[in-house]
């Protein structure tokens, strides 16, 4: 089992920046975990934002957030980040991270098995 922990979220004006943290605890990092970022706003679906390998040598970003958003992880520290640069209010959600043992950076919601709880994140314009 394998335990995500998302922190970082909040209110923040359009053109600013937030950085997310997703620490994850049990069985981690121990194989080839990849870790992905996806975001809900209200009354929509959950939607792909980024993603990136074990090795971090991959990387995918959404084409909404592409140039404006950066994924990183730290394996020595369990922990994945999502910095969010020119934040628009249209980036308004809960986000969440997840992982699954594969070694590139899948797209897909149903590609992940472990989610973290979620992190609001609020763009005022």
């Known amino acids: 089992q394998v335990q995500l922990v998302e922190s970082g979220g909040g209110l923040v004006q359009a053109g600013g920046s937030l950085r997310l943290s997703c620490t994850a605890s049990g069985r981690t990092f121990t194989f080839t975990y990849a870790m992905g970022w996806f975001r809900q706003a209200p009354g929509k679906e959950r939607e792909f934002v980024a993603a990136?390998?074990?090795?971090?040598?991959?990387?995918r970003y959404a084409d909404s957030v592409l140039g404006r958003f950066t994924v990183s992880r730290d394996n020595a520290k369990n922990t994945a980040y999502l910095q969010m640069n020119s934040l628009k209010p249209e980036d308004t959600a809960v986000y969440y991270c997840?992982?699954?043992?594969?070694?590139?950076?899948?797209?897909?919601?149903?590609?992940?098995?472990?989610w973290g709880q979620g992190t609001q994140v609020t763009v005022s314009s």
């Open positions: 997840a992982t699954v043992l594969d070694p590139v950076a899948p797209r897909r919601v149903g590609d992940y098995d472990y």
């Open positions: 990136i390998s074990w090795s971090g040598t991959i990387t």
